[in-house]
């Protein structure tokens, strides 16, 4: 009997074993924090929508293997968001270009965002001004330094070379050139006087 | 005769025009081509590099993250668990592309689309659904090497995406060339809840500027395994 219980007894580690399980998809806590970000930010009793591109950078940043909300950490995520979203309000911040000119603002939200980030042992990196449509990035990485998501402002990616430097160097250089032509001339036209 | 306030003169004129004005202008010019030119030395060197080498020869090595995929996996249809699955993180390769209608062969896909990340294959959005999540899939490249043939894709072709976790069959079912400051009609597609697959470039291939048109290919799913990502 007890030959036989051993059996099973390994039979169901190793099954249980066999099934690797990680913190990939979607958890209760998880789809909690989505829903909020979704429907809590309400101004003059109407909802700010958060977009679905958002929404699916949101969904896969929580379909990452390092991450996986605890009950814990939901409250302690939604007590910070809760004030972020009270900072928001109070300046009346309701789309990204409200931020554009407003360092202090996205200075303070980001802070946040930190905040949030930390629960989960996570850290927030930031490149250029995050509103530059060009060369502003928010990087979340997890505790062993992997990249979670990086967020930019552009949704569409600028997949053609970019021409406007060798515009700008090509006119710098004619300018030049058309100066030390102009130059040249002149003196040696006074040399030849 | 010349007098010696003239000898003087000239010789003034001599320095400044043989020896300061052209010290100057190499100065100047050299500073102006180098803040001009600097924002493009590394995507220039870039270009360099891939049109003295074949495209499709990226190997993990050039990857920033990790690669994921490690050939076919066999796995057609189904339903897959989350849980059960790793997820990439950005820079990782997680499949590979091919449409053989353009001459597109098991190019990289890799996850983000930061501008580094565009140098080295066809990069997925993060701001969209990886295949088998139920959503659309946001795929870019550039024109001048990876997605230059896009453009002559036709409705009807096959698209094939190999990924870690499954194998997915798509057809285009349009195309169209969007402003993307002006319109946003991919989005419904991109974001809708159908599986889609959505790939684009810069259009026209030999814009001699930065453009706001892209040519889009939007493909319809045919097969595929689905993701239960609450599971």
Redesign the interface.
Known sequence: MKKIISIALVAVLLVAFAVPAFAAGINANEQKLLDYAATAYVVDGQAITVTDDIIAQAKNAFNSDSIDVTDAQYKEIKAILDEGLAYAKKNNLTKIADLQKNREATETLLEYGRKAAAVLGCTVATKGYITDADHGLVIIYDANGNKIAEFHPNLIAKTGASTTSIAICTLAAASVLAVAGVSVKKFRKVDED | MRTNSESNR?RK??R??FWV?PIA?FI??YL??YF??A??IE?AKS?YGLAFSNVNAVTTDDLQ?KDLFSGKTGVYDGIL???????P???DKWGTLTIEDIGINDMPLIY????EL?LQGA?M??????PG?G?GTLV?????NY?HELQNIKEGAEVSVETYYGSYKYRVYRTEIID?YESKSY?DE??GDKEMFVL???YP?N?????HY?FFAFCEFLSGPKI????
């Open positions: 000239s004129n001599y400044v025009s004005l202008f100047i010019g102006l081509f001009a030119l924002p493009v995507p270009i993250g668990k989350a849980s059960e699955l790793h997820f993180y950005v820079g983000g689309d930061n501008m565009l990069c959005s993060e701001r969209s659904r990886l999540y959503s870019a490249a550039h024109n001048y997605f993307v989005w991109v974001y684009y470039t810069c291939n814009a001699l500027r930065s453009t892209r239960d990502e609450y599971s």
